[in-house]
């Protein structure tokens, strides 16, 4: 993967409206939610919850998921290490064009990876990017299981399988940590609160 783009006979188009402007027509200021945790941890619950919340207080806002972008954006990617990190290399570019729109995004991947999670921290203007880890036990995603994932993986029959036969590599320092198996209005606040 190249960190410059593989086209020579290009050049950035510089438009007349700034993300600032943008910021400034919508109210609120641009920022990547970035949630992480192992699968069932309830990310996308959360993601979707403070998604509402947000809405209902008058903010432009969006969720992407993991499993959504696989549908479409993302749909020639599997789950090897390699096409993990480029998931997550342009789920971090249409961030930060949402960014750039005056949005805030808020994200549901396991990105396992503290590497493709720091690369997509360095797309951002320092600030606007959040890292929350949903660091909900093992047990309890385990529990939750509602795709089957884990029962499957256990059983050798997914290969790379994030925090089973796969590494899962928890954030070092992220902005918050919240674990869904307590209450979601809980974990909805503590969100809306760190923004």
Known sequence: MADQPVATNIVRAEGHVSSADREALLGQTAKTLWFTGLSGSGK????????????????????????????????????????????IRRIGEVCRLFNDAGLIVLTAFISPYRADRDLVRALHPQGSFVEVFVDTPLEVC?????????????????????????????????????????????????????L
């Open 44 to 87: 996308s619950t959360l993601a979707f919850a403070v998604e509402q919340a947000l809405i209902a207080s008058g903010r432009a806002c969006y969720v992407l998921d993991g499993d959504n972008v696989r549908f479409g954006l993302n749909r020639d990617l599997g789950f090897s290490p390699e096409d993990r990190t480029e998931n």
């Open 142 to 194: 385990e529990a939750r299981d509602v795709k089957g994932l884990y029962a499957k993986a256990r059983a050798g029959e997914i290969t790379e399988f994030s925090g089973i036969s796969a590494p899962y590599e928890a954030p070092r320092d992220p902005e918050l940590v919240v674990d869904t198996s307590q209450p979601l209005e809980a974990c909805v606040a503590a969100v809306i609160a760190a």
